[in-house]
Nanobody, 123 residues
């Protein structure tokens, strides 16, 4: 069973930055893609950012973002630490949400979720 543990959330003022971390219980190269989603109060879970690894060299990948965070957020993976990061700059109050890590295992195509970390942006 894969475990994903998020950390790094907190309270920040608008315009500030946070870096979220998601530590995986197994090697990150075992995943075809790793992603971040978020869920704001009263809303459904939405896609934020993804790093697709399948088809790339071990250190490579392709990243894509939702339009609402493009040019402000950056996803990255440190395979040596088995951790995926989400660097969030220029935070806005509408970024307030619980942020979840998601990963798809390459061999089984089964998806796994972390427990989430709260991000609150004050105006």
């Amino acid at each position: 069973q894969v475990q994903l543990v998020e950390s790094g959330g907190g309270l920040v003022q608008a315009g500030g930055s946070l870096r979220l971390s998601c530590a995986a219980s197994e090697r990150t190269v075992n995943f075809s893609n790793m992603a971040w989603y978020r869920q704001a109060p009263g809303k459904g879970r939405e896609f934020v950012a993804r790093m697709t690894r399948a088809g790339y060299s071990e250190s490579g990948g392709y990243s894509d973002y939702s339009d609402s965070v493009k040019d402000r957020f950056t996803i990255s993976i440190d395979d040596a630490k088995n951790t995926v990061y989400l660097q969030m700059n220029g935070l806005k109050p509408e970024d307030t949400a619980i942020y979840y890590c998601f990963a798809v295992r390459l061999t089984t195509m089964r998806g796994y979720w972390g427990q989430g970390t709260q991000v609150t942006v004050s105006s």
